[in-house]
């Protein structure tokens, strides 16, 4: 067998929602994880949905399977004494701990790093919380939405109109997870190379907050706060070819203002052909078509734009009809055809555009799964290809399927 | 001071925007040595986008040494300027990567091959290098060339569709998200599992993290639905599958929040007993004999008239008291925060000094993200503000390429270091 990246490396990961991604990057890429789970399983394995062919169980909640892949399952009870004396056995022998639980929780149970650093001089010891370990708000209740909340990320995405949105997908705790995986192979490269463990300390909180963006450094050189302003973006006002357009059966993004690709002629170019210029090839709109492009939303970022500004009707007049020509064709033309005239849009995908892209496909991103012996699936590919120790993804472990096994090899390993 | 992980070790930061920069940016922290190469003959973009420091005066700073965006993720490291469109300019690019560990790169196939900086090349002048490509789409298939950046991204990968309220168009999450984190962090990840390897057998490797699939990798839940199940989901707003209440309620305005002064709560009861001690906390027992809201099953079957409720008991009170009630009797809450917030009135990131200080010639002395994750005995951090445009061309010519002044005085007049 060849060698993988992380091979030889044990981590016992005590994670449910906020570390288990980090957990399985590490498990990909050929880390042993062991998972200790609570009986009956984390909230993780409870959530929906469901693989539908193989029934709502523990064992089948795609969130858990998104997140867990490659790692084994040994269910311990670390309210139960007997259960408890099982993980810290464990524990001594692991390279690294990666753990989710509120602040103090393992510490409590003797499975905090002082009580295992001893036995585990490079021992690696990573908590993935929403706060971190220490400061006042380290005890804090945390969720997912809790961190996307304080961490800024939230007040800069929706309609002004709205409540502030949240982003899809437990972006906080997937933040966390990543920010997390680095800092434990930072600290297993340190430990490897000098022998010495150390604690890494990941809070949601601020993993999320880097995807604040320009908002943080805006506050901190120009004394105001960003603001969700629907899919305006950075631009004061609505400029043409900037933002969410419907197409016939879906929705696509136009972002074709921005350095790279053709400017805004070579879409009224397109339209023209189609019959649908609407008089955005002419005067007087001919002219404001050409004078849009990068440079002067640049300068209208800067408050420099009046001239711009001030032709909010002609800039209306545009908008309508390019609205009026993107209505006509389904969204994954649109996409398809605008990117082959190097026009910059992209195709808002749903799932199902997702399963369906013709990238994605030709690149055989998608893996099959077998979910039990009658049932496979597809599921979604790694998020990067390592041409010597590529990311290898099995399906995740049933609650507890390893617990014999485990607990059997522990005895000749800590007898 | 402490040996840092990376330290001894270099790199050649071929990236320019936001993903390519931001990975460069951590390897830095860390201890290696970043070369970032530039050339006004591809400007990085963002050196020219807004937030632009000021003057006393309230006007502008001008030229290329003044974005917050650019800077923030290009401290710590070398800058060189050096046009790779001309065959002298690649002759130096690969006496510079002959110097370096790690190669990394998130421009497409199309401009990699324009400047011959693909693997097989590179791998010839430097057989143990890890070579990380991050281009949009990937190296190869059929939109290997498309055109992006992260505000196209967000939506191609299903980040938009599946954000934001139903009623609403997708209107994405108001910043280029997959940028900052998601595909820099992975892209981090990856090399640093190629290093280990690299470590113990001498190997190096080539990387390739195509965005859109570091992307669609984290939205694997509702991908994975569909995969499965044929089903499409789509955005709900901020509500959740396992808790309710589970979004955010609006509390008394806060005419300190400069040009941001409506302010909100979030709030998460995940369980029967959470919900009990919300409604106890805000004195509010006869609602919790609402059989409406008796159960997890009841509020979600009745969640409109749950958040309205609940709305309704915070509407007139200050949304940091809430979130510091609630977080006393152990409920998930907390302040929708503005940047404002987070550096300044944030308690708990300021006692944790999250962001770091740096002087900067031009800039002035500006913040800096830091990074969240703490290694107690090797922490990362800055050690010098943000690269200026061609600030150590000839530091680098010298002292890492090996020319001699004559060689890059040479250089300079032909516009190959420009």
């Not at chain 1, 690294?96 to 002082?114: N, S």
């Amino acid at each position: 067998m060849s060698e993988r990246a992380l091979s030889g490396i044990r981590v016992i990961e005590f994670c449910d929602e906020i570390g288990s991604y980090c957990g399985r990057l590490l498990a990909d890429l050929g880390a042993e994880v062991i998972k200790i789970e609570p009986p009956g399983g984390g909230r993780e394995r409870l959530s929906p949905p469901h693989i539908a062919a193989a029934g709502a169980s523990v064992d089948t909640s795609l969130a858990f399977w998104v997140h867990n892949t490659s790692k084994k399952s040994v269910v311990l009870d670390l309210e139960s004494e007997f259960d408890l004396t099982q993980a810290r056995r464990l524990a001594t022998t692991a390279d690294i701990i990666l753990e989710d639980y509120p602040v103090g929780y393992l510490g409590a149970r003797g499975l905090g790093y002082e009580k295992l650093k001893p036995k585990r001089p490079a021992l690696v010891y990573t908590s993935v919380t929403g706060f971190g370990e220490t400061g006042p708000h380290a005890s804090w209740a945390y969720s997912d939405l809790i961190g996307q909340a304080t961490g800024g990320v939230m007040t800069l995405a929706g309609d002004p109109d709205d409540p502030p949105n949240t982003i899809y997908g437990n972006q906080a705790n997937i933040s966390a997870s990543i920010h997390a995986a680095q800092g434990t192979l930072l600290a297993l490269l340190h430990a490897e190379a000098t022998g010495q463990g150390q604690r890494v300390d990941t809070s949601a909180q601020e993993a999320i907050s880097i995807s604040q963006e320009t908002a943080m450094q805006t506050w901190d050189m120009q004394r105001t706060n960003k603001i969700r302003s629907g899919s305006k973006g950075m631009l004061p006002i609505d400029v043409p070819a900037f933002g969410t357009y419907e197409a016939a059966d879906g929705y696509v993004f136009l972002f074709i203002l921005a350095p790279g690709g053709e400017d805004l002629p070579a879409l009224v170019a397109w339209m023209a052909e189609q019959g649908l210029a609407e008089g955005l090839e002419r005067e007087p709109l001919a002219e404001v078509v050409e004078s849009l492009n990068m440079e002067t939303l640049t300068a209208l970022m800067s408050g420099a734009g009046a001239d711009l500004a001030s032709k909010v009707t002609q800039l209306s007049e545009i908008d309508t009809a390019i609205r009026k020509f993107i209505k006509t064709m389904p969204a994954r033309v649109i996409y398809e055809e605008g990117q082959a005239r190097r026009l910059l849009i992209g195709l808002v995908s749903t799932p199902a555009d997702i399963a369906a892209n013709s990238q994605l496909r030709a690149r055989d991103w998608f893996l099959t799964l077998e979910v039990d012996q009658a049932v496979t699936i597809e599921f979604p590919g790694p998020p990067y290809r390592l041409s010597e120790t590529p990311a290898e993804i099995s399906d995740p472990p049933a609650l507890g399927e390893h617990t014999d096994a485990v607990l059997a090899q522990l005895q000749s390993e800590v007898p | 001071m402490s040996k840092r992980p990376l330290d001894g070790l270099r790199v050649g930061d071929f990236s320019w925007y936001g993903a390519g920069p931001i990975a460069g940016s951590t390897l830095a922290m860390y201890g290696a040595e970043v070369v970032r190469v530039e050339s006004e003959a591809k400007m990085d973009g963002i050196r020219s986008v807004q937030p632009i420091a000021m003057n006393d005066d309230g006007t502008f700073k001008t030229g290329y040494n003044v974005s917050g965006y650019f800077n923030n993720y290009n401290a710590s490291k070398l800058g060189i300027q050096l046009n790779l469109n001309s065959e002298k300019g690649q002759e130096i690019g690969y006496r510079l990567i002959e110097k370096c560990d790690i190669f990394l790169t998130n421009f497409t196939p199309r401009v990699i091959d324009k400047w011959n900086l693909g693997y097989e090349q590179i791998k010839v002048v430097n057989p143990t290098i890890i070579a990380a490509y991050a281009p949009m789409q990937g190296l190869v298939g059929p939109h290997r060339n498309f055109l992006g950046f992260g505000a196209v991204l967000t939506p191609i990968t299903g980040v938009s569709h599946l954000s934001g309220f139903p009623e609403r168009p997708p209107l994405g999450v108001g910043t280029n998200y997959p940028d900052y984190v998601i595909n820099p962090g992975h892209t981090v990840v990856a090399i640093l599992a190629a290093l280990r390897h690299r470590n113990r057998t001498g190997a190096g490797q080539m990387i390739e993290l195509p965005q859109i699939e570091s992307m669609a990798n984290v939205l694997g839940t509702a991908v994975a639905d569909c995969l499965a199940n044929g089903t499409v989901q789509t955005r709900t707003g901020n509500r959740g599958l396992i808790s309710a209440p589970h979004g955010v309620f609006r509390c008394l305005d806060d005419p300190e929040s400069v040009a941001s002064p409506d302010r909100w709560v979030a709030i998460n009861c995940r369980n029967d007993g959470e919900w009990r001690s919300l409604c106890s906390a805000l004195g509010r027992q006869e609602e919790f004999a609402d059989p409406r809201f008796a159960t997890f099953e009841e509020r979600k079957a009745n969640e409109d008239a749950l958040e309205e409720t609940v709305s309704g008991w915070v509407r007139g009170l200050r949304a940091e008291s809430v979130a510091e009630l609630l977080q006393a009797n152990g409920i998930p809450a907390g302040v929708v925060q503005n940047a404002q917030d987070m550096l300044e009135r944030d308690p708990h990131l300021k006692a944790r000094n999250y962001y770091q200080y740096l002087e900067h010639a031009e800039a002035g002395r500006t913040a800096y993200d830091g990074t969240p994750s703490h290694l107690s005995m090797t922490p990362g951090y800055h050690t010098s503000a943000a690269i200026m445009f061609g600030e150590h061309t000839w530091e680098v010519c010298e002292r890492i390429i090996g020319l001699n002044a004559d060689e890059v005085a040479d250089l300079l007049a032909d516009g190959v270091l420009v």
